[in-house]
């Protein structure tokens, strides 16, 4: 039997969670730029333009902040948002987006989260993040960097490569059979 020495983390949701939904946050930044939106349809947008452009545009097409400029003109747009009010006001929509959701404003850690980590490293296990995030967050892994996506076995494959690049000496390289992976979704 083999015994598990790495354990890769997945960071939205299992580590990181949005402090309010994140049609909430959107709704409190487009409010004095285009309007009070409702809600529900900041919602329903938000799902269609991540959709589209995650299709258009998979691991974020090399450019974050256009990726998510394209997200967040879509989500305005679709949520009933004035055209003109749109255009007018985008770069200061996305600065004001792209800084809430790469801080602290936007994210908290679960409460288990970081006490679940040190209890890991204490009992002699390393730790790696994988996640589908963006260039904003400083794991490892990311499929950004990558070019594929979780559940892709390349992103899995490129963590382990990179845990073993950087081992200590002497220490045993990590074998895809020692590895766990932690996410909330079961793919």
């Not at 990181?16 to 409190?28: H, W």
């Amino acid at each position: 039997m083999h015994h598990i020495r790495l354990v890769a983390f997945d960071v939205l949701h299992t580590i990181i969670t949005p402090r309010q939904p994140i049609y909430e946050q959107y709704s409190q930044i487009f409010t004095p730029y285009v309007g009070i939106l409702p809600p529900e349809s900041i919602k329903e947008a938000f799902k269609a333009a991540m959709r589209h452009v995650q299709r258009e545009k998979p691991v974020y097409g090399g450019d974050t902040k256009q990726w998510w400029g394209d997200v967040i003109r879509r989500t305005a747009l679709g949520a009933g948002a004035r055209e003109a009010d749109v255009e007018q006001n985008l770069a200061e929509i996305i600065d004001k987006l792209m800084l809430r959701f790469s801080s602290r404003e936007g994210y908290k850690a679960f409460e288990d989260a970081i006490p679940t980590i040190q209890r890991l490293h204490q009992m002699g296990l390393k730790t790696i993040v994988i996640s589908n995030g963006d260039i904003r967050f400083k794991p490892i892994v990311l499929s950004e960097a990558v070019g594929a996506e979780k559940p892709s076995k390349q992103i899995f494959q490129s963590a382990l490569n990179a845990v073993n690049l950087h081992l200590n000496p002497g220490e045993n390289v990590f074998q895809a059979k020692e590895c766990l992976h932690i996410g909330d979704e079961l793919t």
